[in-house]
C-alpha cells in the first residue's frame, strides 16, 4: 500500500490569517526535492463537509474567495502524472475568516505572481448553495434517490432523464433523481433486494446513500463514488445498550479484511451530524453521555488510499437514562447541646444506598438571623458537617446534594433551623451547710453548693430570719455565716450566668435553727479516700474521716449503689471502713458523725461519690514533640504520649496531611512515633488511648497539629553589578544572591526606555548580561523563589544604574 507522503509538499497563502469575508485569498503550493511533474487538486472543508476548489491539474495555484466566516481546513492533494496511484502527497493547513475589514499586505512569495490564469474560483461557496445544502440535510422524507448506473437499464434511464440536460454525461456511475420526478417504487424495491436481503441493513445502505447524495449535492467536484460498494464494517460491538447518566459509551468497530482502514465517528445532535473524532486508525470511540434520552452514532469507515469521503457506514443508538433521582430524607443534629464555642455537628441521609454505586456530594451553609450566609463545607462525600459556632442565636444550616456526574448546580436541598445557646443551662445539684440544723449562735457555717452548666457562674446566698444577711451576686460559690441570735432563718441560693439578664436561673434553699450556743460544735475536717474518685470493681477501696468537736464522736457510713442501699454500719468509735465493690456502677457514701450524747440521728453528715468501673480509662494527658520555628520536608520529627496506668493503657496514632489521612497505627503499648515529613502541608497528628480491657473504639482522644515547609524561607536577595554604571556597547553583568530557600530558581526583568521585558524566566542561573544599545536610565528586577515553591516569587531585589556614551 502506498502511503501519503505529506512531509514534501507545502501550502503558502498571499495573506496572514485570519481575512475577512469575501477576500479574495491566493492559494499556491511548493514542492521540494521532487524531480516529477506533478498534478494537484485543491479542497475546502468546514465542519466535516470537504468542497473541492480545484481538480486535479498542472497549477499549483488557485484562488479562494469565502463567502461565510468560521475555522476552515486547506487540504492539497499532489500526484505524481505519470503513474497510476491516485494520491503521493498531501498537506493541510487551517485558516480563519472573520467578519470586518482585516487589511494586510501581500507576501512576498505571490508579489511576482501575475498568472492569474491560474487561479480558480470553483470554491467559492454561495449562499444559494449553502443554503441547499442546509434544505438537502433537514430533509426528513426521503426524498432522493441515489441509484448505481449498473443497477438501471437502459429503458428506465430514458425514463429517469426526462427533463434533464440532455448535454450531461451519460458515462457517469451514479444518478441522483427526486421521488417528485417519477414513480420509483419499482426500481426501488429491485435495487434495494440486489443490494441486501435484510431489511435492517437495506435501511442502513438507504441511509448511506442519502449521505452521500447529499455531499455530491453540496459539490459536484469531490471524487465519486466506487462504481461497486464493498461493504468494510462486518459488525459494531457496543459494552452496553442503555448506560446512565456519566457513564461512558464504549463502541468498537469490527471490519471484513484485517486490513488498516480509517474510521470518522460523528453524534446528532438537534437533527444534525457533529463530529465526534476525525479519521484514524482507532476502531474504538468512548463517549460520555451527560444528558438522557438516545444518542445516535454515525461510523464512517473507508480504505487508506480512498479518495472518497467514506467507503461504509453504520447508524447505531445507545439510550441514556437517568440516574436515581437523590433525595434528602433526613438532616439531623448529632450534637446533644447545642453551646457556642463547642463544636456542633450535623448529618444528612439520603435515599441513595452505599450500595447503589452512586457517589453523592454534600455541600452546606450556614445562615445566621439575619439572612447572612457561609459556606462551611463545599462539596465533597463527606455527610457530617462539624464546626464551631462562636456566637449564640438563631441559625439555619442549608445542606445541598448532588451526585458527582449530575449537570445540575443540585439534586435536592434541605433547611434545618437550630437554635445555639450562649451555654448548657444551669442547674444547682446540691446546697449543703457542712453542719446539720440546730447549731448554736456563733458557730460559724460553711455553705457550698455543687452547680452544673453556665460558663461564668455568679452565686448570691440570701439569709432570712432574726438578722438578714445578702451577699449580693459574686463568683465564690461558698458562704461563711456566723450567726449571733438564735431562731428560725431560711439560707437562699441565687445562681446565673454572667451573660443572664434575668434575676436568677435556679434557685435553692435550707432552713436552719439557731440556738443559744453551748457545746463546741462537731465538724468534718476532712474525708481521705486512699484511691482516685474512678475505682476498679475487686479492688478494696479505704475511706477515712477526720472531725473535731463535741466531748466524743461517733461515726457511721452508708454505701449506696445506683441509689439501692448495699452497706450500712452502725455508729462507733471507728472512723474509716474499708468495702470493695463487685459491680460497675455509681456509689454513694454518706458520712455521719454526732455527738456520743447527742439524741439526733447525726450531728454533721457528708456525701462522696466514687465510679466503680471494669478497668481505668486510658487518659492522654500530654502528647509532647520538639519544639522548632520551622519544620521542613525530611526532618524527623518524634511525638510522645503521656498518659497514667501506662502499663495498661494502648495508644493508636493517625497522621493526617492537610485533613487527609495518610497513616494509621494500631493500638499498641508503644508511646512514641517517628515521623518523616515527605511533602509540605498541615500534619496533625491524633492520638486515641484506651485501657487494654477497652471493648469501645477508645477512652480518650487528642491530637495536634504542625505545618510542614518544603524549605526555609528565601531571604535577603540582592544584586551585584560588575559596574557602577554601564556603557554603550559595553557588556554589563549582575549576580543575584539569597539566603535560604532550597533549589533556588531566579527570574530576571530588565527596564529599557520605560518599557519592562522579561530577559530571563526561572532557571538556576544566578547571572545575567546584556550589552546596552542605547544611553539612559535602566532597572534591573530580581525575582527568587524555591523551585518547588507554587508562588510568583518570595522574595525580589532591584538595581538602578544609568548607561552613559
Known sequence: MNEVQSKYIEIIFDKEKPQSVDTSIRIKVKAENISEELEYKFLIGKGGIWSVIKDFSKSNQCLWVPTEDGNYIIMVQAREKLKARPLDYLAKEEFSIVKGEISQPMKEEFKDNTDHENYSEIGRITEADSNEFKEIMSETNDNILFLKASQVSPEEKKTLMKGIDETMDETRDEMAVTRDVIDLKEIEKRVEVENREDDEISKFNSEKIMSKLSEKSLNNDINSIDDTYNEIIEDIIIEKNKIFVGEKAVIKVNSIEKETYLYKFYIKNNNEWSIIKEYDTDNILVYTATQPGRMEFLV????????????????????????????????????????????????????IKENNGQVILYKFYKISKDGRSSCIQDYSTNSNVQFIEPHDGTYRILCLVRSILSNKEYDDRAVLMYKVKPYTDIKIKDFIADLNSPQATETEIIFNSDVEGGKNLLYRYKVKGPIEEDTGFTISNEFSWNPEEPGEYEVFLYVKDKMFTGEYEDSRKIAFTIEKRGKKPIKILDVIVDKEKKIIIGETVNIMVHAEGGTGLLYSFI???????????????????????????????????????????????????????????????????????????????????????????????????????????????????????????????????????????????????????????????????????????????????????????????????????????????????????????????????????????????????????
Open 559 to 805: 454505701i449506696k449503689r445506683d441509689g439501692r442501699l448495699i452497706e450500712e454500719s452502725k455508729y462507733s468509735t471507728s472512723n474509716w471502713i474499708d468495702f470493695t465493690p463487685d459491680r460497675v456502677g455509681e456509689y454513694e457514701v454518706e458520712i455521719k458523725v454526732k455527738d456520743k450524747y447527742s439524741e439526733k440521728d447525726f450531728d454533721i453528715h457528708n456525701l462522696i461519690y466514687l465510679k466503680a468501673m471494669e478497668y481505668i480509662p486510658g487518659e492522654i494527658d500530654y502528647i509532647l514533640l520538639p519544639y522548632k520555628e520551622n519544620y521542613l520536608i525530611g526532618d524527623a520529627i518524634e511525638f510522645e504520649c503521656i498518659s497514667q496506668n501506662t502499663n495498661e493503657v494502648l495508644i493508636k496514632y493517625e497522621t493526617k496531611i492537610n485533613g487527609q489521612s495518610i497513616e494509621q497505627t494500631e493500638f499498641s503499648k508503644n508511646k512514641k512515633l517517628r515521623v518523616i515529613p515527605k511533602t509540605p502541608g498541615k500534619y496533625t497528628i491524633e492520638v486515641c488511648a484506651k485501657n487494654i480491657k477497652c471493648e469501645k473504639e477508645f477512652d480518650s482522644k487528642k491530637q495536634i497539629s504542625l505545618y510542614v515547609n518544603e524549605a526555609s524561607p528565601v531571604l535577603n536577595t540582592k544584586i551585584i553589578s560588575n559596574k557602577i554604571e554601564g556603557k554603550v556597547n559595553e557588556e554589563f553583568s549582575i549576580e543575584v544572591t539569597s539566603r535560604g530557600g532550597k533549589d533556588v530558581c531566579y527570574e530576571f526583568y530588565l527596564m529599557e526606555n520605560g518599557q519592562w521585558k522579561k530577559v530571563q524566566s526561572y532557571s538556576k542561573k544566578n547571572f545575567y548580561s546584556f550589552i546596552p544599545f542605547t544611553s539612559g536610565k535602566y532597572k534591573i528586577l530580581a525575582l527568587a523563589k524555591s523551585y518547588y515553591k507554587k508562588v510568583s516569587y518570595e522574595d525580589y531585589s532591584e538595581l538602578n544604574f544609568c548607561v552613559k556614551d
Open 300 to 351: 464512517q469507515c473507508k480504505r487508506l488510499n480512498s479518495t472518497d469521503n467514506f467507503d461504509d457506514f453504520r447508524i447505531i443508538d445507545i439510550d441514556v437514562e437517568e440516574n436515581e433521582k437523590v433525595e434528602i430524607v433526613n438532616i439531623k443534629c448529632l450534637s446533644t447541646e447545642l453551646i457556642c464555642g463547642e463544636e456542633l455537628e450535623f448529618a444528612v441521609d439520603t435515599n
